[in-house]
Structure formats: structure tokens, C-alpha cells
């Protein structure tokens, strides 16, 4: 089981929105940095969002993300069939002094 | 551009050692945290370590039970991961990436291409 939660899956039709929960407890989500990955198989991760809500360049403004107490959320509109992918959720966690991430959500368009 | 480029994963057997190299290039290596992850199947992604940018601070994930070392060598611009007393767990694909920062995390943006280590007899 991963330390953070995410849903398994979320679907959406082409140019639609979804949102990706990311739930947390005070020792990570609530204390720290949410950041946000697209991961494609057989591929590295890569980073969309950092510091709860910045993109950085080269990373197009359909992508978004907030933080809010012990929970993050990745938003992502205008869906692209180019978007299904995996997404991950990470952070700090300062009672475990490590890194640690979401299961996953895969993204279906 | 930014780029890690890794080494040194493959097959070792049970309770062996193995190490793992990251070589940066195109930024200034010495002024960024760095981070091994890895991931598997079952547990997706795992922080297996962090450095700061000098190496002056170290954290290793407990699971490892002090079986893992990250080290790094600025002038040589890569980073290290010694892996001892291996066990069939620890069979992942190993990433490395560069944190944002120098050390407190901001996200990891740059990502080595990974690296597979099967540990089997």
C-alpha cells in the first residue's frame, strides 16, 4: 500500500476535464510540497507540477494542481488522447525522513 | 540539455552487492539535491534516497534497513547508489533525478532513463 491514496482510474472524453485526488496525513501532504508525474510505460516519469501548483516550462496550462490541507488535486482539461498515461502524486514525509508517492491513477481518454 | 544517464544495473544473486551510477550533464551538478526512486509492479514508486547538494545530508528510506548508500562525487558530476546485501525485494526499476532544489523537496525534474536490477539466484 502506498502512503499517499489516489483512485485507480479516472476516464474522460476527448477535451473534457478530470480531476486526481492525492490524499495525505499532517506528516506529508500537510507539512510539505505536492508534486505531480506523467508517467508513460516503459518510460521515466515526468514532473508537472511542483511547489502545489507550478508548472514547470515547457509544461502546457491545461495542467493545474492545489493543495489543501492533507489533500492535493491534479486537474487536467482539454483532454487529449496524448494525456492517458499514469499519474502519480509525491512529497516529503517528515515522520519517515523519505520520499513517498500515490498508487497511480491511470488516465483513460 | 539537462541529462542522467545511469549504469550499472542487471542480474545479481541474493546477498550480493551491486552499485549503481548516475552521470549528470548540461547544469551545474554540484548545486542540486539528488534522488534514487524506485518502482516495481506491486509497490509503484518507492523514494529510496536523497543528498543534498554538497552531500552533507543523507536519507535513506528505513525499509532498506541500512542496506543502501547514496553517495556523490561533484567533481565527477554523478551520483552513487551502493546496494549491499541484496534480497529478491529489492528487484525494481531504479531511477535517479535531480531535485529542484538543494535538498528540501520541490519535485524532481530531471530523470535518469532507469535501470533494471533483477536479484535472483
Known amino acids: 500500500q502506498s502512503v499517499l491514496t489516489q483512485p485507480p482510474s479516472v476516464s474522460a472524453a476527448p477535451g473534457q476535464r478530470v480531476t486526481i485526488y492525492c490524499s495525505g496525513s499532517n506528516s506529508n501532504l500537510g507539512n510539505n510540497y505536492v508534486s505531480w508525474y506523467q508517467q508513460v510505460p516503459g518510460k521515466a516519469p515526468k514532473l508537472l507540477i511542483y511547489d502545489n501548483n507550478q508548472r514547470p516550462s515547457g509544461i502546457p496550462d491545461r495542467f493545474s494542481g492545489s493543495r489543501s490541507g492533507t489533500s492535493a488535486t491534479l486537474g487536467i482539461t482539454a483532454l487529449q488522447t496524448g494525456d492517458e498515461a499514469n499519474y502519480y502524486c509525491?512529497?516529503?514525509?517528515?515522520?519517515?525522513?523519505?520520499?513517498?508517492f500515490g498508487g497511480g491513477t491511470k488516465v483513460t481518454v | 540539455q539537462d541529462q542522467l544517464v545511469q549504469s550499472g544495473g542487471g542480474v545479481v544473486q541474493p546477498g550480493r552487492s551491486l552499485r549503481l551510477s548516475c552521470a549528470a550533464s548540461g547544469f551545474t551538478f554540484s548545486s542540486f539535491g539528488m534522488h534514487w526512486v524506485r518502482q516495481t509492479p506491486d509497490k509503484g514508486l518507492e523514494g529510496v534516497a536523497v543528498i543534498w547538494f554538497d552531500g552533507s545530508i543523507k536519507y535513506h528510506a528505513q525499509s532498506l534497513e541500512g542496506r543502501f548508500t547514496i553517495t556523490r562525487d561533484n567533481s565527477k558530476k554523478t551520483l552513487y547508489l551502493q546496494m549491499n546485501r541484496v534480497r529478491a525485494e529489492d528487484t525494481a526499476v531504479y531511477y535517479c533525478?535531480?531535485?529542484?532544489?538543494?535538498?528540501?523537496?520541490?519535485?524532481?525534474?530531471?530523470w535518469g532513463q532507469g535501470t533494471t536490477v533483477t536479484v535472483s539466484s
Open positions: 533525478a535531480r531535485e529542484r532544489g538543494d535538498g528540501k523537496y520541490h519535485g524532481m525534474d530531471v
Open positions: 509525491g512529497t516529503w514525509d517528515s515522520s519517515l525522513s523519505a520520499m513517498v
